[in-house]
T-cell receptor
Framework: GEQVEQLPSSLIVQEGASVLINCSYT??????FPWYKQEPGKRLQFIID?????ERKQTQRLTLLFDKKTKHLSLHITATQPGDSAIYFC???????????FGDGTQLVVKP | GPKVLQIPSHQIIDMGQMVTLNCDPV?????FYWYKQILGQQMEFLVN????????KSKLFKDQFSVERPDGSYFTLKIQPTALEDSAVYFC????????????FGAGTRLSVL
């Protein structure tokens, strides 16, 4: 089945820095890639998604890039704030259902 | 935003007992999911459910597992009997559509099987 990998597993940055989280997947049938964020003790929260017919999507401080050839995504977060501290999950799903495969997560810590 | 509620947040039971995990999905959502996350590991799909039926289940969804949503009440995951390896956090999610729809997750129920 689909395998989703994320790198790095953790990141510690100073407030204001930009970060990049990389994600790769294996199943070329995957067409939908939602990202979720989980703050300590809280539920997973959807933050951004991209479909395989797109290369780039941007909302506020988040930019998501998608490369279908290399099966690779990258999430860029600019001007980080302590409130961005969370675990970020990349995920992938194929078109025939909404079964989502998650990566292991990237723990981001933003120091004030 | 829309919230999925899970009750209880933590459940401790003895191996071999039955446990029911409850999920109150977003009110107008029609598709429901359970995911399992063992400490330190990936979150893994268990099952999805629509119109009173299981649509798809993974190999983690053992015969001891069952799901239902009687009369639009809670969407439940029942494990009977429980085993030590069932200890994990179970996340419920719901979505309005089937394909490429955002899932809304609950905060999870931590199940500890002793």
């Amino acid at each position: 089945g689909e395998q989703v990998e994320q790198l790095p597993s953790s990141l510690i940055v100073q407030e204001g820095a930009s970060v990049l989280i990389n994600c790769s997947y294996t199943d070329s049938a995957s067409v939908y890639f939602p990202w979720y964020k989980q703050e300590p003790g809280k539920r997973l929260q959807f933050i951004i998604d991209i479909r395989s017919n797109m290369e780039r999507k941007q909302t506020q401080r988040l930019t998501l890039l998608f490369d279908k050839k290399t099966k690779h995504l990258s999430l860029h977060i600019t001007a980080t704030q302590p409130g961005d501290s969370a675990i970020y999950f990349c995920s992938a799903s194929i078109n025939s259902n909404n079964r989502i495969f998650f990566g292991d997560g990237t723990q981001l810590v933003v120091k004030p | 935003g829309p919230k999925v509620l899970q009750i209880p947040s933590h459940q401790i039971i003895d191996m071999g007992q039955m446990v029911t995990l409850n999920c109150d999905p977003v009110s107008n959502h029609l598709y429901f999911y359970w995911y399992k996350q063992i400490l330190g590991q990936q979150m893994e799909f268990l099952v999805n459910f629509y119109n009173g039926k299981v649509m798809e289940k993974s190999k983690l969804f053992k015969d001891q597992f069952s799901v239902e949503r009687p009369d639009g009440s809670y969407f439940t995951l029942k494990i009977q009997p429980t085993a030590l390896e069932d200890s994990a956090v179970y996340f419920c999610a719901s979505s309005s559509g089937q394909y490429q729809n955002t899932l809304y997750f609950g905060a999870g129920t931590r199940l500890s099987v002793l």
